[in-house]
């Protein structure tokens, strides 16, 4: 109802331009129609001719780890859901996970398969999460928690043991998630600024004594056997029968090296083991790095289609009849008079920043951003009462141009006001949790994301 009519018209103008393209972010991605909002974004690149084209949506090729890049170039198995649902509210999992938003009832509900002890790994979901206070509560029900983790945060303070391992600057990195992502296809490797204390143990060496606790191996499992256990699991999915060949080619690396070095060997770029000799492996991407930090430059995007595609018609399937059917449930959704949608700072993008001096000094950055007609029609003042359907708060005010009429902001993974929190700087401004306000069974049905933004609310002086 919002959508303003002549700027549609210039939209669909300008579309059939060469230089067009539509672009969504994570705001399309974390509200109720998230799948199809996102559906929506590439069938318009796809009906404009802008999909796989230079100034249009593209495919990065990355170097190491990416899924389409494996198997039989244009066709595959395609997308499978639900192939186990929750114990609780029958929530589907997609690509092997379950929602964050059925985590606290599985902790509370008896019963066969019952949650009963958890792992976090360097996460903080009493503050990310929707439901954050009831998660709390739940978590304090557990019979065991073991948090990794260098904070006793809003969560690990339930923890029965913090494992704090290395500061990320002790540690080596090789991105994986954002090279599937990029605009120019490349491959860096960091190795540790500082060297860690004697004796401390890497966190892949941590990880593999947890796994094989977990196990029920015990304690007295040598790491290194876990980890040549591990590599060869993923070497026989490659190698088949040449394993034995692979796993002595990629000497004398051990844990997440080795592994980095096999999936660049076996990648769109890799020396597939000698038979391409020009080709990359891990030593020649540290060098690489070594030199001036930049890495291997492979290159700009180009055209992936076909052989990107793994649909088992082998082509781009436009309308899956999971989205068309939840396509129709559009038109039902009521426009509510106030709609809350989060937002993150640049120097405050999760809640661990908060505790970071360098980052959290400068102008408070946990404010609600109303559009000033808005405030000036409710009377806001320094606050105002932020209430939903299952929770409220009061948040300062801040006027702001750029908020539509209607729509206010809050930002994410603030609220360090609870009791045990031991994050100095953090709780000296320790802002609010928008996430209290949001409803945990409120979700994409087709992602299983939760619903982040485009929450109905009220709002009134407070």
């Known amino acids: 109802d919002q959508v303003h009519q002549p700027g549609v018209h210039r939209a669909e103008a300008r579309g059939a331009g060469a230089d067009a393209a539509v672009d969504g972010r ?98 903080n979901p009493v503050l990310s999460a929707p439901g954050g206070p009831r998660l709390a509560r739940a978590l304090d029900g557990l019979d065991f928690m073991l948090s990794l983790d260098i904070y006793v945060n809003e969560t690990t303070r339930h923890a029965d043991v913090i494992l704090p391992g290395l500061s990320p600057l002790e540690d080596l990195h090789f991105d994986v998630a954002f090279p599937q ?41 040598d790491v290194a056997q876990l980890d040549d256990e591990a590599i060869a699991a993923d070497v026989r999915r490659f190698a088949g029968e040449q394993t034995p060949t692979v796993l002595a080619a990629l000497q004398p690396w051990r844990g997440p090296e080795r592994l980095i070095d096999l999936q660049l060997r076996v990648g769109p770029y890799g020396d597939q083991f000698g038979r391409k000799p020009e080709g990359l492996n891990l030593a020649k991407v540290k060098a690489a790095s ?6 291997v430059d492979l290159g700009a995007l180009s055209a992936r289609i076909p052989e990107v595609l793994r649909t088992p018609s082998g082509k781009i399937e436009l309308a899956p009849p999971t989205i068309l059917a939840d396509l129709a449930l559009v038109s039902a959704e009521a426009t509510p008079a106030f709609s809350l949608i989060g937002r993150r700072d640049v120097r405050s993008g999760n809640s661990w920043m908060h505790n970071l001096p360098v980052l959290a000094k400068g102008p408070e950055r946990c404010t609600l951003l109303v559009n000033p007609g808005d405030a000036d029609r409710l009377g806001l003042a320094e606050f105002a009462q932020v209430k939903s359907a299952v929770g409220a708060l009061i948040a300062r005010v ?18 360090h006001g609870l009791e045990g929190v031991q994050l100095a700087v953090a709780r000296e401004r320790p802002g609010v949790n928008m996430n209290a306000l949001l409803d945990v069974a409120a979700r994409d049905p087709l992602s299983g994301n939760a619903v982040l933004s485009g929450v109905a609310v009220e709002i009134a002086p407070a």
């Open 290 to 295: 070594t030199v001036d930090g930049g890495g």
């Open 26 to 123: 994570i705001g399309t991605c974390t509200t109720r129609f998230g799948t199809v909002n996102s559906w929506l974004v590439d069938l318009i690149n796809v009906l404009t001719g802008h999909l796989d084209r230079e100034g249009g949506a593209m495919f990065a090729k990355a170097a190491a780890f990416a899924p389409n890049t494996q198997g039989q170039p244009g066709s595959g198995k395609g997308i499978t859901t639900g192939r186990r649902r929750s114990r609780v509210s029958d929530a589907p999992e997609v690509y092997g996970e379950l929602p964050i938003t059925v985590l606290a009832e599985e902790i509370e509900t008896p019963g066969p398969g019952q949650v009963k002890a958890l792992i976090t790994i360097a996460s």
């Open 181 to 221: 992502l990029s605009h120019r296809n490349h491959a860096r490797f960091s190795g540790p600024v500082f060297d860690a204390a004697a004796g401390t143990p890497q966190e892949w060496q941590t990880l593999l004594r947890l796994c094989a606790l977990l196990e029920g191996r015990g304690l007295g499992v």
């Open 398 to 415: 801040e006027r702001s141009a750029d908020m539509s009429p209607g729509v206010v902001s809050l930002p994410h993974g603030w609220g």
